[in-house]
């Protein structure tokens, strides 16, 4: 693969050139506390791809400084997920646990130099002392301690002599620091855990703002690649390194944009919550984001290395389109994997004017593919086809079998529908057919016109399968939790049929079949008594038609994203209006950045701002929402205005409605150009907060789910999110989810067996 130069790549050859640094050393430091996903094969990608590239190493190192979530089958899928996108990391496996006493020696050391110190306020008290954007913070009267007493208290915290919370240790740097993150940092802890590697020895942890910088120092990392979020704890990085006066080369610390996708949750934290709550079966479940997932479902490592370059390097967070994930599986098996014929909803036809059977024999390729090969395709007289393959009463534009159309089967022969079979509830069982002899694929002499080719397979040799249709976990682009999730994202077909040819005893096989999609024989449940094959992807985006998209090509679309997000320094003026979002209205950075950087976004939000001060919430519509539509749409066709956005989110604020229901209105509001509260009061949207109308609806949800309330009873409290979702659901979404979820949680303590 030919990875595009990037910003972080210049700035490697700068320092290879400049003599900088000598040896590119990168390291990938993921958390052990869950499976990686995407966004992880995108961090994987980059430092293990730029430290390959310029003749480095990358290191692999699991960041555990948090004993009470990590845990040593993380580990395991943290290798296997770098393995398997086909990296090496240099020598062991690290941890930071490693390096602890070397990380608590320079913890003296910053204390014997006046720069560190104990402080025992409680964990309120620090926040409020740490002041705001605009006030500044106060110091602790315990900064003053003495060195000595510093030592003493910092030494008996190490040796578990207080309670979790009693003291911490900070830096001492400045309280008034612009940067917030300034304001005497947090340097270690106490926690009284059993830590997974490292056991009992330690009752103090690093925080990774300390744990981080020195890691790299230890290992001799030279750049430090991270993303985004960690860009103000980049001064502390330096701090940290600088007062302990060590010697170079150091380390730099250097930010990209995350990686964020559409229909789905990222952190592993709402991973978990979906594997613990049995949303999904495991960690590996096909429709999870996770490496392991993707692995699972039939995704190749390089169509997702190949999505990491597509989505590029850029400085700004985007959200990707998840159809471009999906075009890069396509785009890398569409020449590479064979075309069979599966039928996944079998309806017999019986060729009557047919007898005997015959071997025919066809090509897996299509022309236009490169590869050659083909197999031995039984045909007779008892095959079946795909029941939505032949219509008694055809729409217009109907391509296939009906009574008076006939169609070529797949490599074989057209036929002709003679008779229909039903059964007493009219349900049709069976059709008698005609073949054609002179229309054998390939040497067609017949002279009959057909509009289509169907799939079907010899009922004889035929082998029955089950078949697992994959879709998208979510049913809305930016899913708030477990109440988006969408209830077809997995059919099971029990009974479909394959030729012989796709029965398979090689593992990692993968297949076309004939206008269904992508399929991959499962690598766990996969037997020669059960085969079993996951959907990897459709042959064509069946979502796109929903979002209206034009007529781009996802690699096109990428690249025109990766330009509009690229390193172009900001102007002055959104300069000035991003440093405005983020210390007065106290935007995050992505809403910052989109807005700061696109003139009508801004003068949108102004104005709306006008008429509502609810910075974070408008932010959030104008920047998600409004910049949708403005994407495919200009500003004067919009239907809507920035006053009614302002009415739509102090719906949002008093709690009139919720947010989901917010981008339903917002939808008909693109569509019909009416006042959102209209909207709302003709389509009886408003939200139920009352208790009594919501009550009945849990007990009724409680009732139908005995097997989860069992479960929820026995310890598995991660289900009080199944019955939330549940309830939500029933309401339409109409649901307050705050009184929700109280009102559950009341409920299932109480429920009896
Ligand atoms: P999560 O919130 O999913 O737990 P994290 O940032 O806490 O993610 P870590 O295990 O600490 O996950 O991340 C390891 C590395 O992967 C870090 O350098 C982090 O910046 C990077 N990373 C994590 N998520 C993404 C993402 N969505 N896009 C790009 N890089 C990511
Ligand atoms: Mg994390």
Same mark, same amino acid.
């Given at each position: 693969m030919n990875e595009s130069k990037n910003f972080l790549r210049t700035i490697v050859e700068e320092d290879l050139k400049s003599g900088k640094c000598k040896e590119v050393v990168t390291r990938f430091p993921p958390e052990p506390n869950g499976f990686p996903h995407i966004g992880h094969a995108k961090s994987i990608f980059i430092n293990f791809g730029i430290a390959r590239d310029y003749n480095g190493h990358c290191n692999l190192r699991m960041d555990d400084t948090n004993p009470t979530t990590e845990d040593t089958k993380y580990v395991e899928a943290l290798k296997d997920a770098v393995e398997w996108l086909g990296y090496e990391w240099d020598g062991n496996v690290r941890f930071t646990s490693d390096y602890f006493s070397k990380i608590y020696d320079y913890a003296i050391e910053l204390i014997k130099i006046g720069k560190a110190y104990v402080d025992s306020l409680t964990e309120e008290e620090i926040r409020e002392y740490r002041g705001t954007v605009i006030e500044a913070g106060k110091r602790s009267k315990y900064a003053q301690r003495s060195v000595q007493e510093n030592l003493d208290l910092f030494e008996r915290m190490k040796n578990g002599e207080f309670q979790d919370g009693e003291h911490v240790l900070r830096a001492k740097i400045d309280m008034s620091a612009s940067n917030m993150k300034m304001r005497d940092p947090l340097l270690y802890r106490i926690r009284h855990t059993h830590h997974f590697r490292a056991g009992d020895e330690w009752a103090v942890y690093p925080m990774y703002d300390f744990a981080h910088c020195l890691s790299d120092y230890i290992e001799g990392v030279s750049h430090s690649l991270c993303t985004l979020e960690f860009e103000n704890n980049r001064d502390i990085y330096n701090w940290v390194l600088e007062e302990l006066n060590l010697e170079p080369p150091r380390p730099y610390q250097y930010e990209f944009?995350? &990686?964020?996708?559409?229909?789905?949750?990222?952190?592993?934290? +709402?991973?978990?919550?979906?594997?613990?709550?049995? %949303?999904? !079966?495991?960690?590996? @479940?096909?429709?999870?984001?996770?490496?392991? $997932?993707?692995?699972r479902k039939g995704y190749t490592p390089e169509s997702i290395l190949n999505f990491c370059d597509l989505v590029g390097v850029a400085k700004a967070n985007s959200m990707v389109d998840v159809s471009q994930l999906e075009f890069c599986i396509r785009d890398d098996l569409n020449t590479k994997v064979p075309r069979v014929m599966c039928v996944l909803d079998p309806l017999k036809v019986t060729i009557a004017n047919y007898d005997g059977s015959e071997e025919l024999t066809a090509s897996y390729y299509p022309d236009d593919v490169p590869k050659e090969g083909s197999r031995v395709l039984p045909f007779s007289r008892e095959i079946y086809i795909e029941r939505d393959d032949f219509n008694e009463n055809p729409p217009k534009g109907y391509f296939r079998l009906t009574p008076t159309q006939s169609v070529r089967l797949k490599h074989a022969y057209i036929i002709s529908c003679k008779e229909i079979i039903k059964d007493a509830n009219g349900n049709i069982t069976e059709i008698i057919a005609e073949y054609h002899p002179t229309s054998k694929s390939g040497s067609d002499t017949s002279g009959i016109k057909v509009k289509s080719a #169907?799939?079907? =397979?010899?009922? *004889?040799?035929? +082998? !029955?399968?089950? =078949?697992?249709?994959?879709?998208?976990? %979510?049913?809305?682009?930016?899913?708030? $939790?477990?109440? @988006?999730?969408?209830?077809?994202?997995? +059919?099971?077909? *029990?009974?479909? &049929?394959?030729?012989?040819?796709?029965?398979?005893? +090689?593992?990692?096989?993968?297949?076309?079949?004939?206008?269904? $999609?992508? %399929?991959?024989?499962?690598? #766990? @449940?996969?037997?020669?008594? *059960?085969?079993? %094959?996951? *959907?990897? =992807?459709?042959?064509?985006?069946s979502w796109s038609k929903k979002s209206q998209k034009t007529k781009t090509t996802p690699k096109q679309q990428v690249k025109k994203e990766q330009i509009d997000g690229e390193v172009v320094p900001m102007t002055e003026t959104q300069k000035a209006l991003y440093d405005n979002y983020i210390n007065e209205l106290k935007l995050n950075s992505e809403l910052s950045n989109t807005l700061a950087r696109d003139e009508q976004l801004s003068a949108f939000y102004k104005e709306a701002l006008n008429a509502l001060e609810s910075p974070v919430n408008l932010a959030n519509i104008i920047a998600n929402e409004v910049a949708r539509e403005l994407k495919e749409h200009q500003l004067s066709e919009l239907k809507f205005t920035p006053k009614q956005i302002a009415e739509l989110v102090k719906m949002i604020d008093d709690a009139t409605i919720s947010n989901k229901i917010a981008k339903q209105i917002f939808e008909e509001m693109t569509k019909s150009g009416e006042n959102p509260k209209k909207i709302v009061e003709d389509k009886g949207l408003i939200q139920i907060s009352d208790p009594a109308k919501i009550s009945p609806i849990i007990d009724e949800v409680i009732a139908k789910n005995p097997d989860n309330l069992v479960k929820f009873k026995a310890g598995n409290t991660k289900l009080l999110g199944f019955f939330v979702g549940q309830v939500l659901k029933a309401t339409g979404g109409k649901a307050n989810p705050k009184v929700v979820n109280e009102l559950v949680s009341l409920r299932l303590q109480s429920a009896e067996l």
């Open positions: 944009a995350r &990686l964020g996708i559409n229909y789905t949750v990222m952190s592993k934290r +709402k991973l978990l919550e979906l594997v613990e709550g049995d %949303f999904v !079966k495991g960690w590996d @479940d096909p429709r999870l984001p996770t490496i392991a $997932g993707y692995r #169907i799939q079907w =397979v010899s009922a *004889k040799e035929a +082998k !029955k399968v089950e =078949v697992r249709l994959y879709d998208r976990l %979510f049913s809305c682009e930016a899913p708030q $939790g477990v109440e @988006d999730i969408n209830p077809d994202s997995l +059919k099971v077909v *029990k009974n479909a &049929l394959v030729e012989p040819a796709v029965i398979t005893d +090689k593992p990692d096989e993968r297949f076309q079949f004939e206008r269904q $999609g992508y %399929f991959y024989a499962d690598p #766990i @449940d996969y037997t020669d008594e *059960k085969p079993v %094959f996951n *959907k990897i =992807v459709g042959l064509k985006d």
